[in-house]
Every structure is written in C-alpha cells, then in structure tokens.
C-alpha cells in the first residue's frame, strides 16, 4: 500500500520531508539505537538535507546514531559536482561534523566498479548486522527521487538491474545515458521499513500518473518496483507533479 501526499511547492514538500525524517530518526534511535538510511541523489532532497542540517533542525537528531548510505552512485569522484555523496556531504554531513565511521559511500570512481558494488554490500551488511550471502537488511528509510523516464536510483527504464533478484547492490551500464551507475536493486529497497519518493515539477506531471494510475510495467517505469513488503510507502510531490493525478487531494 502507498499513500500520495501532496504540497503547495517544494519548499512545502521539503519542510514535510524533513520533519518526517526527523520523526523517523528520533523513532528509531528509541527503539533500536540507531537509525540507517539510504539518501536520495538528484536535485530534488537537496533543500531537504540543508534544512536538516539547519539551526532548525540540527539539534532535533542525535547525528552521531545515524548511519548514511545512498541509494546510488554516479561514476565520478566523491568531490565531482555530479557526486551524490558529494552533493549530500556539502549541504548535510560537513555542516552537521558527521563523523567519517557513520558515512558509507558507495566508491564509484574506482577503476573496478564491480568490486565496489561488492564492497558496499558488504558494507551494507557490517553496518546493518546482516548475513552478507543472506537475505537483504533493511534500511529504517530510503530516500528516492523519480526522474521524468520514471526511474528511481539508477534503476532505468530496460536496464539490467531490473530483474535482479539475489544481489543487493549492482553496476551497470545504463544505455540511454552512456555511462555506468551503482545502485541498490529492488530486494533490498523493498525490505525498508520506510521509504519517501520525492517528486516535484510539471515535467514529471505525465509519469507521476502513468505511475501510479496506469497499468503496471516496471520495465518501462522502473520506480513502479518499489513496493515495500511490509515498510511504508509514501509518495511526497508537489502540486506541479501531482496536476496530472486523479486521486483526491
Ligand atoms: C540520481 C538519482 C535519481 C534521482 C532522479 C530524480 O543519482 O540521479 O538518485 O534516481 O533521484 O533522477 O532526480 P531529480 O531530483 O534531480 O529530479
């Protein structure tokens, strides 16, 4: 089950999303110690990193229980402007001092991007306490992004990484953008116990109802594979992506 929440604006969106984030980190260091999550790359969170790591807000988590990921990596350098870590570390882990131990970046500037898929997973699964030849961990929260094709992490529209159904972590080469990427794979975003896809902008208006109002076909709209097994799901898109929605406000 999901649920479609909708915003005036990004700035609207943004200031949800991080009060949820905030909620979702205080839940889980109660209970367990610790909270995990998986960021998003892309444009869209960055306003939400910056706010977390606000006068606001900064004081609202104990940062030092947090441990970070990303959902994926694109092939560059960690101080390339394309970065995600690079992005996230600017605007959210350098202001908040996070120590370097709760940072886990996926090393996409290696020569041997199979190898460093390996090894996020097998990072994944210290970090988590999980059996790395067992079933996927799961995240207390992932963040997503959806981009106008309706991909989500790196998994694009006919790419390799769709059907993958043992690997927690894969490289591949993504056609239509002539590169390769590293991404976490449908198994271990559907183990989360949350996920928040952020959508905003009219150019993603069409896709955004293909989404979640057409017929299912993951091939073509990959992010239609996230669907938590018993995590929530909850969709946060501003009123430009939603224009094209159906369902009630
Ligand atoms: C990436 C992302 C990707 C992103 C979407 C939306 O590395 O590109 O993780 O899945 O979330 O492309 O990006 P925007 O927020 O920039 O629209």
Known sequence: ?????????????SRAATGEFVALARDAIDRRGRFSVALAGG??????????????????????????FWGDER?????????????AFAVLLAPLAVPSSRVHRIKAERLDLEEAAREYHMEIARVLGAEAAGPP???????????????????????????????????????????????????????????????????????????????RDPERLPVQLVAPESGRLVWLVDQAAAAKLHGTA
Do not use: C, Q
């Open 137 to 215: 961990p799961a995240f207390d929260l992932i963040l997503l992004g959806m981009g106008a094709d309706g991909h989500t992490a790196s998994l694009f529209p006919y790419s390799e990484a769709l059907p993958e159904r043992r690997r927690w972590v894969v490289s591949h080469y993504v056609a239509r953008l002539g590169a390769r990427r590293i991404t976490l794979t449908p198994p271990i975003l559907n183990r989360a116990r949350e996920i928040r896809v952020l959508v905003a902008g009219a150019d993603k208006a069409s896709t955004l109802h293909e989404v979640l109002e057409g017929p």
């Open 75 to 87: 092939v560059v350098p960690p101080d390339h402007p394309d970065s995600n870590y690079g992005m």
């Open 43 to 68: 444009s869209t969170p960055r306003r939400v990193y910056e706010l977390l790591s606000s006068p606001d807000h900064r004081a609202a988590v104990d940062w030092d229980r947090v441990e970070f």
């Open 1 to 13: 089950m999901s649920e479609v929440r909708r915003f005036a604006d990004i700035e609207a969106l």
